[in-house]
């Protein structure tokens, strides 16, 4: 490949901000070194909880199978170095809502004796579609972007659908993070690599991988590798630099010029998204065995002494990380996981690294927020917009709990990106608004659910009683009928028994 | 180590509304001083006591309501609503007209539907149309401006003083003998008594496009609303759709019948189009919400006011104009909410 084409895309609105991102891409990825103690969550993925598969006092081996997937989506965990479980309990994990999740913790010995590796699937073309989704699957591969969706369901899904094509997400848009950009400058023939892998598990013939143009040293990576491999089914796409051109649909958007449709997904418009990560994660594990135990993540801000990239064991706490990158500034603030603009904030650094962790950011209190004023519809918002939604409008009827309206203008087409917060004069939380206001939706639809399912089976319920209340009206009729016929005694006992009964108690059942 | 929570993002919004105020302030000062110049302080004075009672309102509704009142006057919207009470104003405006512009602006139009963010009316234009309705003869009151060939006598700051405190003149002076007609009037007056635009435009009161020295100040505000689109405060589409709105009737009228109608150049810097089209239709609150609405609720602005100033009773037709379409302004959004990324069109899922 020779030089990379630029091609202005189409998004929407977006926004040209500070990126800085020099504070951390000025070294190489360094190897934090293996801590005492491993956190490692069970769930690290979005679906079906996983199954523990260790106990407690058990010695365990770096790459050995700790929990297993269960359920349609789920997805396995294994043990990022050896020693031994001494504990399986709740830890504080990352969530939006803050809170401990149930984790393996390994005392670890230090050896980091690895587990007989399975062997290379040399060559993976061998494989059909089906053996080789079961292969990455036992990897305990998701999405590295920040979503964490068990990738091999993820092509599962995608391979039943018609596709075009594959689409590397290098973009990484989100100022301060340079993971996928050190790891794509390092790492460029394991991507691509993972790549080929993708391609073949999806039968799609085209691979994009797209590369934000601020990041001319990982693109020249990218292109050096190209070169070499002369695979004519990958190109690269230089995107603009602008947020959120990462965001899966807005990538797709750029890409190929096709807006993936409301409450759909990428495939719809014949494309899957993987992240650069997972890419490189797919081809260490089919080609060299390695189960997803590490990741490179960004450890930046204005808190943090020397910002750079790490490559750390999944499960290291993000306090033994922060030390080894040579510890926080006098001035520290917010501990937030993810980028400045999705991340969460979180109350504590005993937190473990996940496979989702692409970033540790350490905020000082530079960033000064203003008191929220009221909303003067200037329409900042709405010009900044990547889904093009009226967010001033959207946050009136927020206020108003509003539903039928908050539907009706998108709400859940939100992509919660944070643009409209960053131009609002007014300083209003528009982002987390929308954010409480989408779950408080989806809280209603279940309730609806639920309460429609309640529904149904009272309806059942009270179906079934009529049914029976009328047979034993025919009965009853019938026994009159005898009785009157018959005369007898016995029946008119009967009789008087069940009418009397009838006349008190009409509705019983 | 422990952390304080919050929502993402975790990156402050650099605008505020008080900066963006502000710089509408900044704004308008050169077309101050040249309105200074042309028609002495009276402007000065006009917005001295627009402020003392803009100010004043907004304090008042801001404690009736219970509210903080630092964070209402922090944000400077009460002080713009107030110059450009004053702009709108004649030179020589009696100091209670003023006074009760900017209150009916501020507690009315504003506070009592709900302050900043809910008013549906423009306050400024609110409160000038109260002031119209209510004083014709003062709002009539102009003077000529200070260029040397006119018929002109200069106020000095003693007689506008005096007239802004009191209502009337020093004896030695008349209003008659000062009163001049404003251009839009005089035009209005003449072509309706058989006049042509080029004879009107003969006369030595007109400049350029609109009258001597008053197409200067639009100029001058005209200035200051440029300079308001470079620095992104204000975006193109209500101006432009201003502009439209009245270009393409009157261009069309004048191409037509060149002689009974005013040229598009006049209407465009006589009166208060320019302060309109960038200093009043563009106050966001009053205005529709998307760019495309935006568009359309200029366009709209701009045909009214040709319409008012050629059909209508009044000279200028500003007020009105931008108050009648603040009322079009749900149905405006309405109708131009635009097409969420992933659906086909507005609320409509493809396929759907
Ligand atoms: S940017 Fe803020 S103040 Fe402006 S319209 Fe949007 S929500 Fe309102
Ligand atoms: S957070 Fe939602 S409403 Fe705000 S800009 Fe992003 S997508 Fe639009």
Same mark, same amino acid.
Not at chain 1, 373 to 394: E, H, Y
Not at chain 2, 328 to 347: E, F, N, Q
């Given at each position: ?19 800085? !991102?020099?504070? +951390? ?37 770096? /790459? ?78 998701? /999405? ?34 340079? #993971? ?7 790492? &460029? ?27 001319? =040293?990982?693109?020249? &990576? ?83 002494? %020397? ?48 496979? &989702? ?6 905020? +000082? ?6 008191? =929220?004023?009221?909303?003067?519809? #200037? ?19 927020? #206020? ?66 009529? !049914?029976?209340?009328?047979?034993? &009206? ?12 018959? /005369? ?14 009838? %006349? ?6 | ?111 009592? $539907? ?152 006049? $209407? ?65 959004? $309405? ?18």
């Amino acid at each position: 490949m020779s030089a990379p084409t630029f091609d202005l895309g189409n998004l929407h609105g977006g926004l040209r901000m500070p990126r800085r !991102k020099d504070k +951390s891409n000025k070294q190489p990825i360094q190897q934090v070194p293996v801590p005492q103690q491993l956190i490692i969550p069970i769930t690290q993925h979005v679906g079906d909880p996983a199954q523990v598969v260790v106990g407690i006092g058990e010695r365990v081996l770096k /790459g050995q199978l700790i929990a297993e997937s269960d359920g349609p989506i789920s997805a396995p965990v294994h043990a990022s170095s050896s020693g031994k479980v001494v504990a399986i309990e709740p830890w504080p994990v990352s969530r939006r809502l803050g809170g401990n999740a149930p984790c393996i913790i390994i005392e670890c010995d230090g050896e980091d004796r690895a587990i007989e590796l399975s062997e290379p699937i040399t060559p993976y073309e061998s494989l059909d579609q089906e053996i080789l989704f079961q292969k990455i699957l036992q990897g305990g591969i998701v /999405g590295l972007g920040g979503a964490v969706f068990p990738t091999a369901q993820k092509l599962m899904h995608a391979s039943i659908t018609p596709l075009e094509h594959l689409v590397l997400n290098g973009i990484e848009c989100e100022p301060y993070i340079t #993971c996928d950009d050190m790891l794509m400058r390092e790492q &460029a023939n394991e991507v691509l690599g993972g790549a080929q892998i993708l391609m073949h598990a999806l039968g799609v013939e085209h691979c994009f991988v797209a590369v934000e143009s601020d990041k001319p =040293e990982a693109i020249h &990576a990218i292109a050096d590798v190209m070169t070499a491999l002369q695979d004519d089914r990958i190109a690269l796409k230089q995107i603009p630099t602008i947020y959120p051109s990462g965001a899966e649909d807005q990538t797709v958007q750029l890409v190929t010029n096709k807006e993936v449709p409301t409450g759909g997904l990428p495939t719809d418009v014949g494309c899957v998204v993987q992240n650069v990560g997972t890419a490189a994660a797919v081809y260490r594990w089919i080609c060299k065995g390695e189960p997803l135990i590490s990741r490179v993540t960004t450890v930046t801000g204005d808190g943090i002494t %020397a910002p750079m990239n790490v490559s750390a064991r999944i499960g290291t706490t993000v306090a033994d990380i922060i030390n080894f990158v040579g510890g926080y500034t006098e001035n520290v603030h917010h501990l937030v996981i993810g980028g400045p603009m999705t991340g969460r904030s979180v109350t504590t650094d005993r937190i473990p690294l996940v496979k &989702a962790t692409n970033c540790i950011l350490v905020m +000082s209190d530079e960033e000064q927020f203003g008191h =929220e004023q009221p909303c003067i519809r #200037c329409g900042a918002c709405a010009s900044v917009c990547p889904v093009q939604l009226l967010p001033q409008q959207l946050f009136w009827y927020a #206020c108003a709990d509003n539903e039928a309206k908050l539907r009706g203008y998108g709400l859940m087409d939100c992509i919660e990106c944070g643009c409209c917060d960053l131009v609002c004069p007014s300083h209003i939380p528009l982002t987390a608004d929308f954010r409480m206001a989408k779950a408080r939706m989806r809280e209603l639809a279940d309730e609806k659910a639920r309460a429609e399912r309640s529904r149904q089976r009272y309806e059942a319920h009270t179906e079934r009683l009529e !049914k029976e209340q009328m047979l034993r &009206a025919q009965q009853l009729e019938a026994q009159k009928q005898a009785a009157r016929e018959g /005369g007898s005694k016995a029946i008119r006992d009967i009789l008087e028994r069940t009418s009397k009964k009838d %006349a008190q108690d009409p509705g019983e059942d | 180590m422990e952390f304080a929570r919050r929502d993402a993002p975790f990156i402050a919004p650099k605008a505020n509304v008080a900066s963006i105020m502000r710089q509408v302030l900044y704004a308008l000062m050169p077309a101050t001083i040249v309105y200074v110049w042309f028609f002495g302080a009276g402007l000065v004075f006009n917005m001295l006591i627009a402020i003392m009672f803009c100010i004043g309102g907004e304090a008042g509704m801001m404690l009736a309501r219970g509210k903080s009142i630092r964070v209402a006057l922090g944000d400077f919207s009460a002080i713009v609503t107030a110059i450009i009470i004053a702009f709108a104003l004649p030179p020589l405006t009696p100091w209670w007209v003023t006074a009760t512009a900017a209150l009916f602006g501020i507690v009315v139009a504003k506070h009592l $539907y709900g302050g900043l963010g809910f008013n549906i009316f423009n306050p400024a234009m609110a409160g000038y149309v109260v002031v119209l309705v209510a004083f014709p003869v003062h709002l009539n009151f102009w003077v000529a401006p200070r260029i040397g060939d006119l018929d002109y006598h200069y106020v000095t700051i003693f007689e506008t003083l005096s007239y802004t405190l009191t209502g009337t003149l020093p004896d030695y002076l008349t209003i008659d003998a000062i009163s001049r007609a404003s251009p839009l009037d005089a035009v209005k007056s003449a072509l309706s008594t058989m006049h042509t635009f080029a004879e009107i435009h003969a006369n030595p009161m007109m400049g350029d496009f609109g009258g001597r020295g008053w197409e200067w100040i639009s100029n001058y505000i005209a200035m200051g609303g440029v300079w308001l689109l470079l620095k992104r405060i204000i975006r193109w589409h209500i101006p432009l759709g201003v502009f439209a709105g009245l270009l393409v009737p009157s261009g069309l009228m004048y191409l037509i019948e060149a002689g009974n109608h005013a040229s598009p150049g006049f $209407y465009l810097f006589s009166g208060g189009t320019m302060l309109c089209a960038f200093f009043v239709a563009t106050d966001p609150v009053s205005a529709a919400t998307s760019p495309r609405g935006r568009f359309v609720y200029g366009v709209g602005i701009g045909f009214l006011i040709y319409a008012i100033r050629r059909w209508g009773s009044y000279a200028d037709g500003v007020a009105f104009a931008v108050i009648l379409m603040n009322m079009a302004v749900p149905a405006i959004d $309405y109708l131009t909410r635009p097409r969420i990324v992933g659906h086909i069109k507005h609320g409509k899922a493809p396929g759907a």
